[in-house]
């Protein structure tokens, strides 16, 4: 299954209705915690999320509202005996404020968390499955968005499958080693099947806009992408290094992104529709102005 989790959804400071950020995403059996706002661990408990359920942590950068609730989210995973690693990305130019959260207080410090500090654009793992990158984005401090692209496989046609007599165990035969004998005949797994493209999860937190945005976002099935202002706002957020959610949704148009969630809101704006409304002008696929515990399928594979 593959679905993101929202824990949280302000910027700066929480507020009655929204949590510092914080996002989940779960990815077969991968679970990635995103920028662990503080309060993460008290709204992972009100999603349903698992310490245990963290494979790995991915932090944008070392301002508050994305991080600070490392200490307790780790301390959290000690506690409860995560069975597995956890892999924590960061900016390597954040090392230390990574060292003071990791150790902030005194605990029973069971947790193998395994930090890989980021210096540059890149692959920062891959799997055959997938790969998870990283690319640097505009902000002030150094700042890295993340996206999980899934490899390009290939999709049985059962009337292919049919005409060249393939059924039955065959079939997995032909899945794994590329090519199957029928009768005599070699049958590759192309004459039967048709490429099925990766499926791309993009985040893209704190920025302005700049060419890691576009390279992080590019043919997104699903963009977490900060929205901390409005248009009106445009020449704030060019000065405090944020997006607007106008150029948020011009950014999934002109990148093919299929769902766009818009989050990491001021709290100087009261009315959430206006975000929508916004985007909704230069995206027309699926808007999602994330509230606090939405969760939000990563969309069917492209046909
Ligand atoms: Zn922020």
Known sequence: MRELVVLGTSSQVPTRTRNHNGYFLSWDGEGILFDPGDGT?????????????????????????????????????????????????????????????RNASVFYDAADIRPDPIADDGFIATSPKWSLEARRLDHGIDTYGYRLVEADGRRMVPELLRQ????????????????VTVDGRAVTIEAVSVPRPGQRFAFVMDTRLCEGVFALAAGADLLVIESTYLDVDAGLAAAHGHLTAGQAARVAAECGVRTLVLTHFSQRYDDPTRFAEEAAKAFDGEVVVAEDLTRVRVPARRP
């Open 41 to 101: 661990q008290r709204q992972m408990s009100l999603a349903g999320v698992s310490a245990s359920d963290i494979t790995r942590i991915c932090v944008t950068h070392f301002h508050g509202d994305h991080c600070l609730g490392l200490p307790g989210v780790i301390q959290r995973i000690s506690l409860d005996n995560a069975p597995h690693p956890v892999t924590a990305h960061f900016p390597a130019s954040g090392r230390e404020f990574y060292d003071r959260l």
């Open 164 to 179: 060249h007599g393939v059924s039955g165990p065959a079939v997995g035969s032909l899945q794994r080693d590329g090519v």
